[in-house]
Each structure stands twice: as structure tokens, then as C-alpha cells.
């Protein structure tokens, strides 16, 4: 084909991008065409992810059919771009300009780390941690969620919400928090939960 075909961006979740192929224009297919190639690339590669083949009905010329395509199997929150070209009987024809799109957040895949609890009196703590590492956050993180009960009285489980202000990605920040109206002369589990 003497042009290439358009990719249109449909939609996306944590895993997938959907998109619309156009063919080329009917003067510039220069024959029926029999498949389109797909590449997906990282943002941070040159070479393909995926390489996908999409056979077409050859019977139609010229082809005025839109195919719709979805990338599967990708990665939370990751950056990608998307090309297509169409082939002919004698050829391909030129890749299209990509489509750059990021997939949805999801929850993180690790939980915060260096966890410390530091007394400040005899009723409140603070507790310190660092965001999980940035490869295991899929995303901004936008709060974290304190969970913690006494061992011996305050046995059911209190909650302690961090919201993060402006959330960056990935978080590198260490995060603190002060409970506070504990029972003297306690000790307190606790445990972290993050949101996205």
C-alpha cells in the first residue's frame, strides 16, 4: 500500500488497550489488502513487545472495513505505543504513526516497607514506613490505611487513614503517622493497606 492505515484509541483497562484499524485510503491500498501488522512497544524499548498478524477477507477491494484490535496481556501502568501497516499481495506498506497510551493503575503488588512504630507517650505512637518498591506501586499511590489493635485491651481492629496529598509516581517519600488514644500499657499490632 502506498499509505498506511490509522489506528484510532478506543479504550483501555490495567491490561489492555482497544483500538479501531482504518485501512488506507481506496487509491492508496493498491490492491486487496491481506493482513495488517501490529507492533507494541514499551516506551522505554526500541524493539517490539508484540508483534501481532490480523488476516483480512481478500475477496473485498478496496477495503472499507474497519477491524477493531485489542493488546492483551500488558502490563499495569506502563506506557505503550502502538503501530500498524497493511499488506498487500506484493508487500507491506508503511507503519502508521503511533498511539502513546499508559495503562490504569491498580492496586500495588508489595506492601510498604521498613515499618517502625516509635513511642511518643504513654497513649500514641508513630508509625514510619517507606512506599513499596516503585516497580511493585502500578500506579500513584494515594493513601495508605493503618490497620492496628491492642494485644491486650483496644482488641478490635482501628483504622489510621495517610492521605497523600499531590501523589507522585513512583513514591519514594517516607511516610509517618501519629496514633494517638491508645491504651496504656498496651502493645499494638499493626498492618498498612494502600489505595491507588
Known sequence: PADSPTLIFQSLSTTEISTIILPPTAIDQNGPIISYEVRIYTSLFDIPINLTNITTDQTMYPVFVNISFNATGLEEFVFYNLTVRAYTSVGPGEFSS??????????????PQNVTAIPLGPTSITVT?????????????????ISYTGELFDTDIQFAVVNITNPSYPAVTEVSSDLTGLQEYNNYNTGECIHI
Not at 98 to 111: N, Q, V, Y
Not at 129 to 145: A, E, K, L, M, R
Open 98 to 111: 503511533g498511539i502513546l497510551r499508559r495503562t490504569e493503575p491498580t492496586a500495588p503488588s508489595d506492601t
Open 129 to 145: 514506613f517507606d512506599p513499596p518498591p516503585g516497580i511493585d506501586q502500578n500506579g500513584p499511590i494515594t493513601s495508605y490505611n
